[in-house]
């Protein structure tokens, strides 16, 4: 059970290390101005690219970080 854990933690931090350097290189990190928030919602109101691949950091972080919890 450990290493089924370990290993999908691990493959998920690579996955968001991936979305993050996507973000990077297609300077979507200003995307979304605000934090927690999102333009004073929980989800986006209006949506493009820039602001799906921002979103789909802020939420691959949530998930990491329970796994590493999980772990």
Request: aromatic share 8%; proline share 4%.
């Amino acid at each position: 059970m450990l290493r089924r854990v370990a290993t999908t933690t691990t493959v998920l931090i690579y996955v968001q290390i991936l979305i993050g350097a996507t973000m990077r290189h297609t300077e979507a990190g200003l995307a979304i101005p605000d934090f927690p928030l999102m333009f004073g919602h929980v989800v986006p109101d209006h949506w493009d690219a820039k602001i799906a691949v921002h979103f789909a950091h802020r939420v691959g972080a949530l998930v990491v970080t329970l796994m590493v919890l999980a772990t």
